[in-house]
Every structure is written in C-alpha cells, then in structure tokens.
C-alpha cells in the first residue's frame, strides 16, 4: 500500500457516501427541531414575524463564521481528503480538534502529517482517532442534557428572572474568557476584538434609538467586517 | 388556568418531552453513523489498523481533550439548553457559530435568554446556523482546494481576525444589557487568562471556572437587587 492511492481511498464514492450519512443526520435533527420549536413558538405566543426575524438574522451572522470554518477546511482536505474534511467540519468540527486527532492517529502509525507520505493505513487510523476522539462530547451532551436541565430548574424554581440572570453569566463568562484572550495578546487580534466591540455597541444604539429593524439583522455582521478591516490596517 | 401557566404548561410537558425524545433518537444515530467512514474503510477497503494503533490514537487524542468533553456540555448548558446541547454536539462550531446565531436570534426577536420564548428562537436561530453553514462547506468541497487557494491573500489574512471581532461583538451586545455585571466578568476573565500564562490555573478548566464563577457573581447580585 503505498502513499499514492490513499487520496483515490479518500476521495472514493463509498467514502462520500458514509460522511454524507452523518451529514444529512445532522440536517434531519435541525429540521426536526426548527419545525418543532416553529408550531410551539406560535402556541406560546410568538408571532411569525419574531420568528422569521430570528431565521433571518441567524442565516446572516451564520456567513462570516462559515467561511472561517471553510478555510480551516481547506487545510484538511489537502492530507485528509474531501469526504472526510466535509463531514468532520459539518459534524463534530472544530478544526483544530480535527487537525490535532489526525495527527495523533497517523502518529500511532508512525507517520508525521506533513513531513512523511501518508500511507492508507494512518489515514484509517486517523479516521478511527477523529471519530472516536469526538464521541465523548456526543455522548455526554446526549446523556447529559435533559438531567442538567432537571438540575437547572431545581436551583432557580419559578424565578424566570433568575434563569435569565444566570444565563446572561454564562454567556458573558463564554465570551468574556474568548475575548480575553485576545484582549491580553496586545497584537492584531486585540484590536479586531476592540474594533468588533465598538462596531457593535454604536449600531446597537443606532438600531435601538431610531428603531431599525433591518440593521439589528445585520449588525454583528459588521461589527465582524470592521473588526477584520480594523485589524488588517492598523500599523503594528 | 392563566396565560403564562398555560404557555409553561406547553413547554414544558409537550415541547421538552418532543425535543428530549427525537434529540436522544438522532444523536445516538448520529453516534453510529458517525463510525460509517471508518466501517466503509474496513469493510470495503480491507484498511482496518491494528487494534494497538487504535488505542493508541484515542489514548493520546483523551488525554489532551477528554477533560473538555465534560466541560464543555456543562458550560454551555445554561446558554444553549437541552435543544440547544442535542444540537451543538452533533454539530460542532459551538462558540464561533451555534451561539453567536442564537443570540443574534434571540436580539432581532426581542425575547431574553434563559426564558422559554428565547430557548425556542435560540433553537431556531442554531438549525439555521446549521443549514447554512453545510451549504457552504458543501460548496467549498465540491468547488475542490484548488479553486478555494486561489483566494486572495489579503482575505485570506482579514480572515483569521474575523473571529476576535465576533467574540468582542457578542460580549458587547451583552454587557450593554448588563452593565453592572459585565466590566466584573471581563476583568475575572482577564485575570484567568493571565492566570493561565502564568501556570497558576489549568487551561482547560479556565472557561469551567470564568462561567461558574460568573453564575455565581451574577445570581449573587440578583439576590442582593443589584441586578433585575
């Protein structure tokens, strides 16, 4: 087995077929969810208009990230082959979880992605490693969900007030901790984060003050394209 | 029976009951054919590693991440909720993408976090996320590496600041609604970051504990009538 027909392996119509099964898994859920959450939404007093706003604005803020996501894809496809970099990206995917796994499965086989030719058996091998590297968060997240949420309501009753505190600190903390990261840097990236920041925080009051429906849709889209153009020129 | 037990009556023992049935049901297919490539590679490509290699692999890929797939769920489970974990887990891309659509999703429909209208739109706002998100890596694959390096450099570049700016933006568009509460979290947040390059705090306990911590601040706040 030698290192030229493994992309011909991992390129194979047998190969799409398997990551596009994982793939349409993922869609199904989605839309069972979507539709689900739809008629309850309407039940619990959301009107259309609230609802076609939120699909509106998620598919607007969904673009830049993806396209983030792309690029980190490109890098896999090169060593590991379209079928498996499209799933693993659409999947459990964080590309730098993926990249780390396969090189870890190839590792096990004696082959240094990127330095040896990759042999078929370290792709299997980094296939096997990504896969099962990435159950753990499946299986505790499926495990897990519905007994948190048992836990959650214990801890705050009836105080729905109470819950909404204690999200808005978790998701300050999540983006909190992200951000500074980035903060503490002092390169680039603290500004785009700044910048990001301070785009958002004029278009929220700009939005809010007049009223604006279309620019509440879009502004996280351009604090994310002042925050880049911020960072590529400023001088450092 | 009034209006609100009427609508908690609904989500709770109709919509909740639904998500935690067909969520199990799809994520423990998802577990299955999530194997497939590797059976595929198996079964009819005759590639199956030896076991000692297998082990191998996963050994060191728990070792560097198997704290995180408990840290994780546990995390974002009081932003995301049960919908939301089903989802996100089978899907990935949780900070960079999931949440950020479904906060954005949350805002444009005027609905707060941690209630049951904003579990539904936030549950929304993640399936498109996740529509859309497919569509474009499936486009990206088939349009093949080669199309895709010939984008410019200078995108290329503006690309890897895309996601500080989201970070910044998304905790913007939160501490204007919590103003009290938000310059404390960013500065415990600073000081875990700090605290890490320093080797004091473990790094991947560091976003466990700037959450938990940050709970505990805020619901302590509330509780003193600091925080509505």
Known sequence: MDSSNYMDIANSFWMWVAAGSAV?????????????????????????????????????????????????????????????????????????????????????????IGSDPMTSMAYANAVWTMTLGALGW????????????KVQKKFSGS???????VASGAILAAFGANSATH?????????????????????????????????????????????????????? | MSKQENVNDTFEHVY??????????????????????????????????????????????ASAVGVVWFV????????????????????????????????????????????????????????????VNTVILTAGVIAGASVLQQLPKSIVDALQFLLPALFGAIFTQFAIQRLKLAPIVLVLCILLVVGVKQGIVPGFLSTLISVFLSIAIAVLMYKKGFLK
Request: glycine fraction near 8%; charge should be positive.
């Open chain 1, 24 to 112: 349409t898994m993922v869609l199904i859920q989605a839309f069972i969810f979507a539709r689900k959450s739809y008629s309850t939404g309407l039940e619990i007093g959301l009107t259309h208009e609230q609802m076609r706003g939120a699909i509106k604005s998620s598919a607007i803020t969904a673009f830049g990230p993806s396209i983030v996501v792309l690029s980190a894809m490109i890098a896999l496809l090169v060593s590991l082959g379209g079928p498996i970099s499209w799933m693993r990206l659409s999947f459990i995917g964080s590309a730098m979880f993926e990249m780390m796994a396969a090189s870890f499965g190839t590792q096990a086989m004696g082959v240094t």
């Open chain 1, 138 to 149: 499946i299986v505790f997240a499926t495990l897990s969900a519905d007994k948190m949420d």
């Open chain 1, 159 to 165: 105080d729905t007030k109470l819950m909404g505190v």
């Open chain 1, 183 to 236: 903060l503490v840097a002092l390169n680039k990236n603290t500004v785009s984060c700044i910048a990001g920041g301070l785009v958002m925080l004029v278009l929220n009051h700009i939005a809010d003050s007049k009223n604006i429906k279309w620019l509440r849709e879009w502004n996280l889209f351009f604090a994310l394209l002042g925050g880049m153009m911020a960072a590529v020129v400023w001088p450092m």
């Open chain 2, 16 to 61: 909740l009951p639904y998500i935690i049935k067909w969520g199990k049901l799809t994520n423990w297919t998802a577990v299955v054919l999530s194997l497939s490539p590797a059976m595929v590679l198996a079964l009819i490509f005759d590639l199956m590693p030896p076991f000692s290699a297998i082990i191998n692999g996963f050994v060191l890929i």
């Open chain 2, 72 to 131: 994780e769920p546990i995390s974002y489970f009081p932003i995301i909720g049960v919908a939301g974990t089903y989802m996100a887990f089978i899907s990935g891309n949780i900070g960079n993408l999931r949440i950020p659509c479904a906060m954005v999703a949350q805002k444009v429909a005027g609905v707060e976090p941690g209630t049951n209208e904003g579990a539904i739109i936030a549950t929304l706002g993640m399936a498109v996320s996740i529509v």
